[in-house]
């Protein structure tokens, strides 16, 4: 292997308050522009900021699930730098003293190995305005309704070595949020997101100059940006240039990374405390008072599901990357007495149809109780798996329950023997040829038997009354 790549992430998530930071403004997305920012957010004179504890409590809580350490003592200081959306010409963040420290994250790799990554700090900022380029003639407009957003951001260490990695963390990271609570993890809308630090280096030798893309939203760009940024780098390194430290945009059109502007270091933003915000004192009550909300973390979840369920590895890692489809599944489960049918439905069919229609778990048309309700026709041989999906895309249409849809639809299984071996009997009558040939050795053919047997029966027969009917009348 000729070069290493090192990669270390900055993620950036807006943490669920009410309010903004440092004012009581509104964070909720899609207002008109302009329309949620008041004179603290604007930075007029004579105003004062009034830290949210909400977000220093969000913040904690995510602190302790990521076992790192909690400040007793943290600060705010003034980042400063212009931009057309940083109305106050200073950013209020945290820098020397965050209010979490240290901490690491375990993900687990393709070929199944665990690595940890370490978590340098997770620290409480504002966010800035966003700058509006379409619609506006060559011209730009500033909306300031996200200024003043509470963000946790939260810088990893140089760990990962590969784009998958990268990704890996990202999507744990973004089902941890999500799973405390502390943010919604919307991507699209803003409210999670990611700078990757990439650099190339010889296997051993020291940190390579590193190249900041900016602004990353999606899983599938970071893979894309990270990879391609890789590829410069050498291609740069080898033709004899030399990798300059900046901040790129990646174009996901072109697939390519772009340069945005040089990259600043610590010293360039000219950090000092702010003036206008006293230290955050954190006691020990205070923590242990957060540690009592904290809910079963993804990890802790996948092993319960896996010891009490008897759920493979495989199963109960897609059950857990969401904690509203591990509540849903764990109340199936349940309610009908047997894991691995749930998990097969909740993993498979509901999965599915809500990727399909782009929806979360917690709007599904079909709820917990009325998936048991169906459930319980597979196993009481009322349908059979296959015709349970043709019910359960009625039930997901608003058809009704499961029951009132079997009824109207006469979707009931034959189960009656006598009825399957009078459809069997006039299969095998029809297709002597067939027969011929499955008695000579054929044995392929059994599948085309079952075939004819179940449009005879308009797939109502039970299945494995009618493979074991089936078999005993070829064979005799």
């Known amino acids: 292997m000729e070069w290493e790549t090192v990669i270390g992430l900055e993620i950036h998530a807006q943490l669920s308050t009410n309010s903004k930071i440092f004012s009581g403004s509104s964070i909720a997305y899609g207002a008109e522009p302009n329309t949620q920012a008041n004179l603290v957010d604007l930075g007029m004179p004579g105003v004062l900021p009034v830290l949210n504890r ?37 950013q209020i963040s945290q820098y020397e003293l965050p209010v979490v420290g240290k901490g690491h994250m375990d993900i687990e790799l393709e070929d199944g190995e665990v690595k940890r990554i370490g978590i340098t700090r997770a620290h409480l900022e504002e966010d800035a305005g966003k700058s509006l380029h379409e619609d506006f ?12 957003t509470p963000l946790l951001e939260i810088v990893s260490e140089p760990d990962m070595r590969s784009a998958k990695e990268a990704v890996a963390y990202m999507k744990k990271l973004h089902a941890l949020v999500r799973y405390l609570g502390v943010c919604d993890g919307n991507m699209q809308e803003g409210s999670f997101r990611c700078d990757a630090n990439v650099s190339v280096r010889r296997p051993g030798a020291d940190f390579g100059t590193r190249a900041e893309i900016k602004n990353l939203n999606s899983f599938r760009f970071i893979e894309r940006a990270i990879n391609h940024e890789v590829e410069r780098q050498i291609d740069l390194i080898e033709s004899g240039g030399k990798v300059v430290q900046e901040t790129r945009l990646y174009d996901p059109d072109r697939d390519e990374t772009r340069s945005m502007r040089g990259k600043e270091d610590a010293n360039d933003y000219r950090y000092f405390p702010d003036p206008d915000l006293l230290p955050v004192a954190i006691t020990a009550e205070d923590i242990e008072a957060v540690r009592a909300t904290l809910p079963e973390l993804p990890d802790a ?23 509203d489809e591990a509540e849903y599944f764990e109340a199936v489960a349940k309610a009908c007495g047997d894991a691995k049918l749930a998990a097969n439905w909740v993993n498979g069919e509901v999965s599915k149809t809500l990727a399909d229609n782009g929806m979360d778990i917690a709007a599904s048309p079909v709820s917990s109780d009325a998936l048991v309700e169906l459930l319980k026709r597979i196993q009481d041989n009322t349908v059979s798996n296959k015709i349970a999906r043709d019910v359960f895309a009625a039930m997901w249409a608003g058809e009704g329950s499961a029951d009132a849809v079997i009824d109207k639809k006469g979707l009931k299984q034959i189960t009656d023997t006598s009825a399957i071996e009078a459809v069997i009997d006039e299969i095998i009558a029809n297709n002597p040829s067939q027969v011929a040939e499955y008695r000579g050795g054929k044995d392929k053919l059994f599948g085309f038997f079952v075939g004819q047997a179940m449009k005879a029966s308009k797939g109502k027969a039970n299945p494995a009354a009618l493979n074991d009917i089936l078999k005993k009348k070829l064979e005799g």
């Open 54 to 90: 909400k977000a220093v409590e969000m913040a904690i809580r995510f602190g302790l699930a990521i076992d790192a350490h909690i400040a007793p003592k943290s600060v705010f200081a003034r980042k400063n730098y212009f931009y057309p959306d940083l109305p106050k010409g200073y």
């Open 137 to 148: 003639h060559g011209k730009t407009g500033i909306d300031l309704n996200r200024a003043g």
């Open 301 to 323: 979840k996948k092993q319960r599901f896996m010891s009490e369920y008897g759920l493979n590895d495989y199963d109960a890692s897609l059950l857990t990357q969401n904690r």
